[in-house]
Every structure is written in C-alpha cells, then in structure tokens.
C-alpha cells in the first residue's frame, strides 16, 4: 500500500477526537482513507470480517484492550497488521505486545510517525504473504518430490520433512521435527556421521553421503535397509539449511546381488559347458574354458592364449577359418558351421565342428567360438552311411520282389497274402531308413547318446519284425494252426512299441512334408491276451500310417485302450479326412485302395486277416471331414 492508495483502517479507540487525529494524520500522510472506529469487542469481531488492511488499537479501553484485540486476530487466523497506538507505554509492555503479533507501537504525542509506521506495518505485511506463498509452493515441491528428504536447519536438526520420509521410516513428521538427523540411522554410523555432517556444515556443498560405504537408515520398527543420501546447502534468511535427499536402494541392492549370482552361474555353466568355448579379440584368444583344453589337448590355458585360433587348425584349413572369423567380426553372414581337422600336441589328429559369432569381450568386439569334438561322430555317421546303403539295395529287391509278386499273384488269395507280407514288410523296414536317414541327415543326435540307441533300438527292433515277416513268406495266406505258439500279451506294451516304431511316418516325415501330427495314447490297465505281438504290431503299424496318409495338413491320432465285457478294445482314431459310406464299407477288400499308384490295396485285407486270425472283430467309423475311428476287440487271456 503506498500513498495516495485507498485504506481501509479499523480504529479501536473509546475516545473520538483521537480516532479523528489518527485518520487525519494518515490522510496527510497521504493515503485515501477509508476506517470505522468500534471501542467493543463485538463490534471489532464484526469488522474483522470486512477484512481491513490494517487496525490502530488504543492499548487500553474500558471494556476491550490491545492484547485481546491480538489474541482475536490469531484465533481467527488473520494476518491483518496491527499496531498499538497508546498514551504512555512502558518498555517491557511495549516488548509484550510486539511478541504477541503488534507490528509497531505508537505514542499518541508522536503522532506524526503514524504514516511511516503504517508503511512499514503494510510492507512486512506483504512480505509475510508473499513468504507464505512461495513456502507454500516449496511445500507442494518438496511433497512431490519422488525421494525422501529432509531440511536441516541451523541447529543440526530436522526442520521439514516431506510425506515420503514419513513412509520410508514409519514415522509421523511430529515425531522426527527437532530431532537429529542421526535419529534415522542405526547406532553404529551415529557417531560417525554426526564428525561427518559437522565437516560438512564447515564447507557444504552439493554430494553425496557416506561416498564409497553403503549407508543404512533405520525405519521406526527398528528394520534397516541401504539408501543413498545426497546433501546440497541452501542459503536462506535463516543461515544455510542442508537438503538431505534419501533414496531406498533395497532393490537396486537386491537386482545387483541377483546379477552378481547370476554372472557366477554363467561362469559356472560356461566352465563346466561339454563344448569347448574360445573368445577371439584383436586376432588373438583371449578366452577359452576347460572344455576347450581338453578338445584341444593343452593343459594350460597360456598354451593357447594370445594365439590366433586359426593358427591351432592344421594348414589346410587355417585361410578358410581366418576369413570366416573376421567376417563375422565385421558382422558378416558366417552361413554353416565349419568343420576341420586338429592335431593334438601329442600328435592326435581330431575333427571339431565350430559354429562363430559376434560378441562384445572386455569393451571391444570380439568373435565367440563354440567347439565340440566330432571325431567319433564322423565315424559313426561312415558306418552308418554304409549300413544304409545296404538297407537301400535290400529294400530295392524287396521292392522288386513285391512288384513281381503282386503282377503274378494278383487273381488269388495266395497272391494278395503274398503281396500283402511284403507290403508289410515295407513298412517295417520304414523305421529303419527313417531313423538312419535321421541319424545321417543330423549327424549331431549322435552326441546324445541316450537317443541315439533309442533311435537304434527302434531299428533293430523292426528288424526283428521284417526277420519273422521274410518267414512267413514261406507259409503264405492260412488259417492260424492250433499249434501256432501264441503267447500272453499286454495290448499297451504292443501300442507302445507300434507307436515308436513308426516315430519316423508321424514325427520327422510328416514334419519334412510341412505338417505336424501329435499321436496321444490313453492306456487303461487291461488283461492279458493270446497272440502274436509282431502281427498285431504290423496291424498298428498300418493303422497308424494309413491315418497319417488320411490327413493332408496338421492333425492327430490317439490311440486307447480299455476293458470291457470279457475282451480288451483298442481304438485308433485319426482326426484326416474320412471315408465316404461306400469306402467304409469296401476298405477291407483286398485290392481295393484310394491311393492310386501309392497304395496296394492290401494293408486293411491283412490287417483284417489278422484280427480274425486271433479270434477278434475289427469295426470301422468315419465321417468325411471328422476323420476315422477303428475298433479291435480282442478276447481277453483268461
């Protein structure tokens, strides 16, 4: 408020010529004044609400004096300037009321500061509200700000904390205001701390705490945890106030412990890898594991670090290496593995398979090396090269033998059981040049030994299989002999085994031909049965494969059994394409086929042949476009 301006005074004086003295002094010093006078307390509540700009209280009046006109003021929570304008006034009084809140006093026989004093009333005024402003807005920021923090004022105690300090130690602001900041700490940092801050309060500045240690604070429940501190000074009116920002640091702590262990086990998977690793930078090893050692028969790693790794391969390869790994250094497409030949310092010569890629090692690029030693794998795949090319002629006269037999036999029963063993012998010579042809195509099954004898296993087994068929082509179509040694079989070892055996039709090949057939089985217990396992494998067999030829895209087949009534059922159902009503009911005439040139005719006529051989029934269920569903009853073994 400057002169001239418009005031709005409240006068509270009992004595009317001195409120007029007062206005008229004001108004020759220059303001445009407007004021009441009221000499009641009621009448000053009442205009106190109008909110004046300033009040001018006689100290004494009969019914009301100046300390109850302060004391009002502060119950009303009004921050109106008042000043104490009074006769005669003591020093100690004068003291009082300027504590309770009176901006100035007054004498009345000094009338003539009333303007300066009203002035200087109205500027500390404005200031003040200007200071509740910005401390307001200080307020809202230090309540935004995502960390804790605290304000230490000059006393080295907490002056303002915000609402994220009191979440992070559980404490309610009354309960840390005035405290040390050491009260937020566990006991053992205490005294450390309160030499450190008073270092710091000799030459603040912006860092942070404890530089080098972890720090811990400590919560009201007596828990710890690690934070992160950081002081900056602030200068105000006041002295310098240090700003302490705390951060919880509990997972930040956590995630690096995860990532320590994490670093330890990838140390430990690549020390203990069954491949050899090497790390190539700047053209020299600079990394290899145990594994690669012992691939390369050295027992140091210095034997081999700061070599260039082609310079391990024997001559004739080293130009091809050197060029594939500097390629890919640069980030060039390094296509295939690579595979050359080694010598050990003990003059072994090995061949090891390398596949390469690029890597960042110890800031620089640098080109990654996975080793594995092919030596026994190679030879492996020789010998098994050469067992398949004799299965390939053994199939090819087959072949040509089931042909003529077919061409010759084709007008009787003779003929289509002839055909028909042959044909089933086709089939059990699939899994054989499957899994070979397997095995050779992807030399490195070889490496997993356990399924590499699985794979063999299954051949030698359907082996066995085309053994007892080839003997059987002597005895031709007949009725089973009472003589015929049937034993007591479990139907879901057969199941099983019929399963593995064609593995190769409904796993790889279909896989190769762009489908994928998944084949469940539901295996109840079930009795014993009477029969020969190797026919009804072939009738599983050609179950199986006929449902993988029904479906010309992705689908399954599920195989159950159960008991029921004195017999084992077992279904083989397909989800392909089904049978028109006028197939289902031809399918097990010999001869009659949907394959064309693919197909004879005769593997559901044997299929049927055998069934009836063990004194069982075989059904058929199909629906075009929901697939095929057959039923073998089997009476069941005692």
């Given at each position: ?7 709005n005074?409240l ?9 007029d003295?007062?206005?008229a ?8 004044l ?5 000499d009641?307390?009621?009448e ?58 009176a ?23 404005r ?12 307020a809202?920021?230090l ?5 804790a ?5 000059i ?29 937020l700490m ?10 450190h ?29 690690p ?34 262990e ?25 990394f ?16 081999v ?58 800031g620089?690029?640098?080109v ?5 030693d ?21 199939l ?20 289509q ?8 012998f ?24 356990e ?5 063999i ?8 299989d ?45 896989l ?16 014993m ?35 029921e ?10 989800t392909?394409?089904g049978?028109p ?18 197909g ?26 929901e ?12």
């Amino acid at each position: 408020m400057t002169p001239a301006s418009r005031l709005n005074v409240l006068i509270l004086e009992d004595n009317p010529s001195d409120a007029d003295i007062a206005a008229a002094e004001l108004r020759r010093s220059g303001y445009d004044l407007v004021w009441r006078r009221v000499d009641t307390e009621q009448e000053y509540l009442a205009q106190l609400a109008l909110s004046p700009d300033i009040i001018l209280a006689d100290f004494s009046l009969p019914q009301f004096d100046a300390h109850r006109a302060i004391s009002l003021l502060r119950e009303q929570a009004l921050d109106i300037p008042i000043i104490v304008v009074t006769g005669t006034l003591g020093d100690e009084a004068a003291v009082a009321l300027i504590k309770e809140g009176a901006a100035d006093y007054i004498l009345k026989d000094r009338m003539a500061r009333l303007g300066q004093a009203v002035a200087v009333a109205l500027e500390q005024s404005r200031a003040k509200a200007r200071l509740r402003e910005d401390e307001t807005q200080y307020a809202a920021l230090l309540e935004a700000a995502p960390d804790a923090l605290l304000i230490i004022d000059i006393t080295r105690n907490i002056k303002l904390v915000n609402k994220q300090a009191e979440a992070m130690f559980g404490y309610k602001r009354e309960e840390l205001l005035g405290k040390p900041p050491e009260f937020l700490m566990p006991e053992r940092f205490m005294r450390q701390h309160v030499e450190h801050r008073r270092q710091y309060q000799l030459a603040p500045r912006s860092r942070s705490m404890g530089t080098g240690l972890t720090m811990y604070g400590r919560r009201k429940d007596g828990t710890e945890f690690p934070i992160d501190a950081t002081l900056s000074p602030l200068e105000t009116s006041e002295g310098t106030l240090i700003i302490v920002a705390i951060r919880d640091i509990s997972e930040r702590k956590r995630l690096e412990e995860a990532l320590r262990e994490q670093e330890a086990q990838y140390r430990a998977v690549v020390e203990n890898a069954s491949d050899g690793i090497g790390v190539m930078v700047d053209d020299k090893l600079a990394f290899v594991n145990s594994a690669f050692l012992r691939i390369y028969g050295v027992d140091d790693q210095s034997k081999v670090l700061g070599v260039a790794p082609w310079d391990l391969a024997l001559p004739q390869h080293r130009d091809e290496i050197r060029e594939r790994a500097l390629a890919t250094q640069r980030g060039d497409p390094s296509g295939d593995s690579l595979e050359f030949a080694i010598q050990r310092p003990d003059g072994a010569v090995r061949t090891v398979n390398v596949s390469v890629a690029p890597v960042p090692f110890s800031g620089k690029p640098g080109v990654m090396g996975i080793i594995r030693d092919v030596t026994e794998r190679k030879r492996m795949e020789e010998e098994l090269r050469e067992a398949n090319g004799r299965l390939q002629n053994t199939l090819q006269q087959l072949q040509e033998a089931q042909s003529l037999l077919i061409k010759q036999q084709r007008l009787n029963a003779l003929g289509q059981m002839a055909s028909g063993i042959v044909h089933d012998f086709n089939n059990a010579l699939t899994p054989i040049l499957g899994f070979s042809s397997l095995l050779i195509e992807n030399p490195e099954r070889l490496d997993n030994r356990e399924a590499a004898l699985r794979h063999i296993g299954i051949c030698h087994a359907a082996a066995q299989d085309a053994a007892h068929i080839v003997g059987r082509l002597r005895e031709f179509y007949r009725p089973r002999d009472q003589a015929e040694p049937f034993i007591s079989l479990d139907i879901n070892e057969v199941v099983q085994h019929a399963a593995s055996v064609t593995q190769y039709v409904w796993a790889e090949k279909a896989l190769a031909e762009g489908k994928t057939i998944a084949v469940t089985m539901d295996l109840k217990p079930i009795p014993m049965v009477k029969g020969n396992a190797t026919e009804l494998t072939e009738v599983l067999t050609n179950l199986i494969i006929n449902g993988v030829d029904a479906m010309p895209g992705n689908g399954a087949i599920h195989l159950r059994t159960k008991a029921e009534g004195g017999h084992v059922l077992l279904q083989v159902e397909d989800t392909g394409s089904g049978m028109p009503e006028e197939v289902r009911q031809r399918c097990f005439e010999p001869f009659f086929t949907t394959k064309g040139d693919k197909g004879t005719g005769l593997g559901l006529a044997v299929t049927y042949g055998v069934v009836q051989r063990h004194n069982g029934r075989v059904e058929v269920d199909s629906r075009v476009g929901e697939g095929t569903t057959f039923t073998i009853s089997l009476p069941s073994d005692g």
